[in-house]
Structure formats: structure tokens, C-alpha cells
T-cell receptor
Framework: DSGVTQTPKHLITATGQRVTLRCSPR?????VYWYQQSLDQGLQFLIQ???????AKGNILERFSAQQFPDLHSELNLSSLELGDSALYFC????????????????FGPGTRLTVL | AQTVTQSQPEMSVQEAETVTLSCTYD???????LFWYKQPPSRQMILVIR??????QNATENRFSVNFQKAAKSFSLKISDSQLGDTAMYFC????????????????FGKGTHLIIQP
């Protein structure tokens, strides 16, 4: 168990809908990262937050957004869902934000499997 | 942008054998970390080993060790005395450090190697 929790484990929804995925980082970690794993694209970095602030963006679609709350949990919002958004979405956390203030190794949650029908 | 290449889509070895998984990467950065993550059938991503680019000594974790060749941009994983529980997808990943001059990025992953340990 990495200490990172994600809810829900599974989510089934229809095209055009909006869903919210939730992540709680390990105790003491300030950075949260979101990744998408699909058969077509492999593992892709979406976005990073550090202590409530957005720090880096990867291949995140405009239909997707995220935020990190004062208690450090994070939510990934996916809207206008398409069939191609079906994937495993991982959250990871680390102590620091690459600036040398802490350990930068990322620990992954169990993932949320999203199925869009 | 960084790229990570894992040239072996699948490998199969007998239990107790030693196996080496290959990884090469392309970057213009000088300061970075490299990782191997394991993804068993449960789909959980599990950290196997980490290597800081500024360290010349290769990282080891019990039966797992790496051969890090910075000039060649190569980062292979050796698993000794392989066990049935080692059966999984193995991903090589690159992480750029902010103080190397660039922005903060997430991990860049290779496409993975499916390792099968046969009894």
C-alpha cells in the first residue's frame, strides 16, 4: 500500500457526461500528479499541483481540469466525455516539487478505471 | 522534450534465472532521475528502483539493480533470482529536475516490457 488513495475504483458513464475523480496524497506529501493510462497512448502525464498551485501541465485536454484543495486532496474533472477517454487514471504524490526541498519520488495510488459507453 | 524507449515488448524467463530489461532515453538535460516501476496484474504502479543522474554508483534494491550509463543514455534493470511474483509490466521512467533550468514535468514513461516468469 503506497498510502495514496483514489476514489472511486471504477466508474462507468455515458458519452457527453462529466465525472470527478478524487485523490488523497500520502501524509506529508505536498505534490499531486495525475496520469492517464490507455492502450493507445500508454502512460501519460496530465497535470501537477504543489501545495494548491498548478505547477506543470502535460498532455491534458481542455475538457479536463484539476484542482488541489487546502487539505491537499485533489480532484480531476473530466467533462464532455468521449469513448476515447476510457482509461485508467492514476494519481501520484511526492514530498517535493523538484526544487530540492524534499524527496521527489512519486508514489502511485491504485487508480480509477473509467469506462465511457 | 524527453523520450524513453523500451525495445523489448515482452520477455519470458524461468524462475530463479537472471533477466535484464533494457531502457534508453533521450534528453538534453544534465540533472534528472530515472526510475523503474512495476505494474502487476492488479494494475498498481509500484516503485522498483530509482537512480539520480549525478550519482555514478548504480542503484541496487535487494534482487534488483540497474546499469546506468549516462553517456550512452542507457538505464537497464537486472532482476536476479527471478520469482513468480516478478511477473508484471515494467516501465522505465524519466523525471527532469527543475533546477536543471527547465520547468517542472511529470514522469515520462516508456511503453513497458511485459516480463513473464515461468515456473
Amino acid at each position: 500500500d503506497s498510502g495514496v488513495t483514489q476514489t472511486p475504483k471504477h466508474l462507468i458513464t455515458a458519452t457527453g457526461q462529466r465525472v470527478t475523480l478524487r485523490c488523497s496524497p500520502r501524509s506529508g506529501d505536498l505534490s499531486v500528479y495525475w496520469y492517464q493510462q490507455s492502450l493507445d497512448q500508454g502512460l501519460q502525464f496530465l497535470i501537477q499541483y504543489y501545495n494548491g498551485e498548478e505547477r506543470a501541465k502535460g498532455n491534458i485536454l481542455e475538457r479536463f481540469s484539476a484542482q488541489q484543495f487546502p487539505d491537499l486532496h485533489s480532484e480531476l474533472n473530466l467533462s464532455s466525455l468521449e469513448l476515447g477517454d476510457s482509461a485508467l487514471y492514476f494519481c501520484a504524490s511526492s514530498e517535493g516539487d523538484y526544487r530540492g526541498r524534499g524527496t521527489d519520488t512519486q508514489y502511485f495510488g491504485p487508480g480509477t478505471r473509467l469506462t465511457v459507453l | 522534450a524527453q523520450t524513453v524507449t523500451q525495445s523489448q515488448p515482452e520477455m519470458s524467463v524461468q524462475e530463479a534465472e537472471t533477466v535484464t530489461l533494457s531502457c534508453t532515453y533521450d534528453t538534453s538535460e544534465n540533472n534528472y532521475y530515472l526510475f523503474w516501476y512495476k505494474q502487476p496484474p492488479s494494475r498498481q504502479m509500484i516503485l522498483v528502483i530509482r537512480q539520480e543522474a549525478y550519482k555514478q554508483q548504480n542503484a541496487t534494491e535487494n534482487r534488483f539493480s540497474v546499469n546506468f550509463q549516462k553517456a550512452a543514455k542507457s538505464f537497464s534493470l537486472k532482476i536476479s533470482d527471478s520469482q513468480l511474483g516478478d511477473t508484471a509490466m515494467y516501465f522505465c521512467a524519466f523525471m527532469k529536475l527543475l533546477y536543471s533550468g527547465g520547468g517542472a514535468d511529470g514522469l515520462t514513461f516508456g511503453k513497458g516490457t511485459h516480463l513473464i516468469i515461468q515456473p
